[in-house]
């Protein structure tokens, strides 16, 4: 009967379970919830300010009325090339403003909000690439 207790211990110590949930705004919200990847984009990052695509993050669906529709709920990235820096207020980003993402780093923006309001600048003379895969 130890050893059993024993394993029983060591396999719930080995596979921690890792749910994570912060309140937000009154509601219980979980930031590591199953997502399934659904599209993909490069997106070439230069002088002007630049979103993701609508009709990447927002898909229309014929079956669903527009209440309904499915968006993306994270947008993972990777940054080739150059740095670029970001914001989701709905504001563009300069290239001495905004979040700074350095070239061969990846982020995730979580939220359709944050998603809709996403915008990258590159930040010095040459243009960067961004790999993006989303998920809902």
């Excluded at 979980?30 to 300010?49: G, L």
């Excluded at 403003?97 to 990258?120: H, M, P, R, V, Y």
């Amino acid at each position: 009967m130890k050893r059993f207790l024993a394993l029983a211990l060591a396999l719930c110590l080995a596979a921690p379970l890792s749910l994570s949930a912060q309140q937000a705004g009154g509601k219980l919200t979980d930031t590591t919830a199953i997502r399934v990847s659904y599209d993909s984009e490069k997106i070439a990052v230069s002088t002007a300010a630049i979103g993701f695509t609508a009709s990447k993050i927002s898909p229309t669906n014929a079956n669903r009325d527009a209440a309904t529709q499915l968006k993306a709920s994270a947008a993972t990235c990777s940054v080739e090339s150059a740095s670029i820096r970001i914001l989701t207020t709905g504001t563009s980003p300069t290239s001495t403003t905004g979040f700074l993402i350095a070239a061969g780093s990846s982020f995730t923006i979580f939220g359709s909000t944050d998603i809709a309001n996403f915008k990258a600048i590159r930040t010095g003379g040459s243009d960067a690439a961004l790999n993006c895969v989303y998920a809902r």
